[in-house]
T-cell receptor, first 110, second 113 residues
Framework: LAKTTQPISMDSYEGQEVNITCSHN???????ITWYQQFPSQGPRFIIQ?????VTNEVASLFIPADRKSSTLSLPRVSLSDTAVYYC???????????WGLGTSLAVNP | DGGITQSPKYLFRKEGQNVTLSCEQN?????MYWYRQDPGQGLRLIYY???????QKGDIAEGYSVSREKKESFPLTVTSAQKNPTAFYLC????????????FGQGTRLTVV
């Protein structure tokens, strides 16, 4: 099972780009990297998923280098409403085997 | 709107009582899950179901029970055997167990008084 490691917390300011890096040294060949966002007292929300190189959607970008031992979630021009916990998960096609860590608590300041 | 609904949002239970948490989805998903979230810990899987009339224990199933009589519904019962039931409970669903995108409900915060 692929365990992921990410910073416990990060601080940023409105309008800045935020990059959250996740390490997954023992990622398996068929694992995808998936990121979720969670606000206090709410369920997590899917943000983005990728396998390699770069994926972009309307919310974020995900960069995965060729060795796939790490990945970076990039949030462009954050606002106060982006203050949340962000979870990085390595997913091998079986939700039963997901390992949810503590996530990264992002605080966006005015 | 399609989604997954948990009720109630807050629940108080006396020690020794069983309590049932509701989870309903109208996304036509086959797989459903129950997680528990405690402060300072990640989500932990209690039970999951791949399809109607089938469910399996997750990592922390002791003191909990579930049923999956309808595709849309996956209620969780917290029994008196659960020694530390106060927690935030999250229900989720995905098209299949293998799909990487899961949809979560808003959660139920259970407090034992």
């Amino acid at each position: 099972l692929a365990k992921t490691t990410q910073p416990i917390s990060m601080d940023s300011y409105e309008g800045q780009e935020v990059n959250i890096t996740c390490s997954h040294n023992n990622i398996a060949t068929n694992d995808y990297i998936t990121w979720y966002q969670q606000f206090p007292s709410q369920g997590p929300r899917f943000i983005i998923q990728g396998y390699k190189t770069k994926v972009t959607n309307e919310v974020a970008s995900l960069f995965i280098p060729a060795d796939r031992k790490s990945s970076t979630l990039s949030l462009p021009r954050v606002s106060l409403s982006d203050t949340a916990v962000y979870y990085c998960l390595a997913h091998g096609g079986n939700n039963r085997k997901l390992i949810w860590g503590l996530g990264t608590s992002l605080a966006v300041n005015p | 709107d399609g989604g997954i609904t948990q009720s109630p949002k807050y629940l108080f239970r006396k020690e020794g009582q069983n309590v049932t948490l509701s989870c309903e989805q109208n996304l036509n998903h086959d797989a459903m899950y129950w997680y528990r979230q405690d402060p300072g810990q990640g989500l932990r899987l209690i039970y999951y179901s791949q399809i109607v009339n089938d469910f399996q224990k997750g990592d922390i199933a002791e003191g909990y029970s579930v049923s999956r009589e309808k595709k849309e519904s996956f209620p969780l019962t917290v029994t008196s055997a659960q020694k530390n039931p106060t927690a935030f409970y999250l229900c989720a669903s995905s098209m299949k167990l293998t799909n990487t995108e899961a949809f979560f409900g808003q959660g139920t915060r259970l407090t034992v008084v």
